[in-house]
Nanobody, 125 residues
Framework: VQLQASGGGSVHTGDSLRLSCAAS????????VAWFRQTPGKERKFVAG????????YYEESVQGRFVISRDNAKNTVYLQMNSLKPEDTAIYYC???????????????????WGQGTLVTVSS
């Protein structure tokens, strides 16, 4: 499985961006998909995810109501729509897929087998 993330860039406070993550290889609509982000010197943190094919989305508290994760199974692509961006959203964003993660572990980056290369989002005030 290979993941290709794109869509990052430099924006200002209040702007929007949409990240995309195109998957190739042996993926399934039953896979759990997620976005994580990382800033220098800190661990990768869960941002948003869709657990398996159930369709329910989960979000980190600070992005709830501003970010929306979605998936297009026909295109094997996962999206992260980011609205009302803040400087604290500045990070490298990574998409990830797992076909084994359980619900209680979906916010744990060690539960994901496949990762995209990361795309940088910079939000300036």
């Amino acid at each position: 499985v290979q993941l290709q993330a794109s869509g990052g860039g430099s924006v200002h406070t209040g702007d929007s961006l949409r990240l995309s993550c195109a998957a190739s290889g042996r993926t399934s609509s039953r896979d759990t998909v997620a976005w994580f982000r990382q800033t220098p010197g800190k661990e990768r943190k869960f941002v948003a995810g869709i657990f398996r094919s159930y369709g329910r989305s989960y979000y980190e508290e600070s992005v709830q109501g501003r970010f929306v994760i979605s998936r297009d199974n026909a295109k094997n692509t996962v999206y992260l729509q980011m609205n009302s961006l803040k400087p604290e959203d500045t990070a490298i964003y990574y998409c990830a897929i797992s076909n084994t993660v359980i619900l209680s572990e979906q916010r744990n980056d060690r539960a994901y087998q496949y990762w995209g290369q990361g795309t940088l989002v910079t939000v300036s005030s």
